[in-house]
């Protein structure tokens, strides 16, 4: 015998069961749900992902070029530095060259003066002149107010004209240079004096000795040479110059 079930309880399971056509349709709703948030995905993330990989790219590229503008403008810095340092140095090293070269000339005036002081008196009879070259004073002596007459010696208003000059240089240095030519040999030398170079280094070495023993002149402070004869186109002095035969006492500036 059945089991009796009453009529409306089962009219109301069965309404409470689902369809099958139901559940068919929601499971293709849930299927296109699913794909539709994978293709918004996929869609949404990917563009951002190729942007952030070419944004990295350009952010490499341009770390790249800031670096080595930054090692360019490192290095241009530095040898503008060098540059500065070493212009620094020539100026410097300039300053100092016109310092010398003012004192140089200051002292070279003060040797002038002192000389065309002393020398006055045969400036005024053409038997001396005093001139400057290239920072250095000239003092010319002619070898007639320098020698006795017809005698290689040197006389006693010679020795005053030497003496005068070594004492406007003070303990400047002093080059000695004869220029006489063979009309100049004086007669009583004339047997052992045959060329000029001969006769202008024997008065090279007569001045030389004058100056060391009579004007007290220190051994350091001398040099001695002679010429040939008068050079043909001999240094053109700031100041008088003698033309003839005579003794140039060549005075640094410096001590």
């Not at 340092?85 to 002038?112: D, F, H, P, V, Y």
């Not at 100049?184 to 001045?207: M, Q, Y």
């Not at 100056?211 to 010429?227: M, N």
Request: some cysteine.
């Amino acid at each position: 015998m059945g089991t009796f079930e009453d009529p409306e309880l089962q009219a109301m399971r069965a309404s409470m069961r689902p369809s099958a056509g139901q559940t068919r349709w929601g499971r293709i709703f849930t299927g296109v749900l699913v794909v539709a948030c994978i293709t918004f995905g996929v869609a949404y993330y990917l563009p951002l992902l190729r942007a952030h990989s070419l944004l990295t790219a350009r952010f490499n590229e341009l770390s790249s070029k800031l670096n080595a503008a930054t090692r360019v403008a490192d290095e241009s810095r530095r040898k503008e530095q060098e540059l500065n340092a070493k212009q620094q140095t020539l100026q410097t090293q300039l300053a100092e060259i016109e310092q010398r070269t003012a004192a140089g000339a200051a002292a070279s005036r003060a040797i002038q003066s002192g000389l065309e002081s002393k020398l006055q008196k045969a400036i005024s009879t053409d038997q001396a002149a005093v001139g400057v070259l290239g920072g250095q004073v000239v003092a010319s002596l002619s070898l007639a107010g320098l020698l006795t007459r017809g005698k290689l010696e040197v006389s006693p208003p010679g020795k005053v004209l030497l003496c005068s000059v070594a004492s406007a240089a003070s303990n400047h240095a002093m080059r000695v240079v004869a220029i006489a030519d063979k009309k100049d040999i004086p007669p009583a030398a004339a047997a052992k004096l045959k060329t000029p170079l001969e006769l202008n280094l024997a008065l090279a070495e007569l001045v030389t000795k004058t100056l060391l023993e009579q004007c007290k002149v220190a051994p350091t402070q001398l040099s001695a040479t002679g010429v040939p004869a008068e050079p043909a186109a001999g240094p053109k002095l700031e100041g008088k110059k003698l033309e003839h035969a005579r003794v140039e006492l060549w005075l640094e500036s410096a001590p």
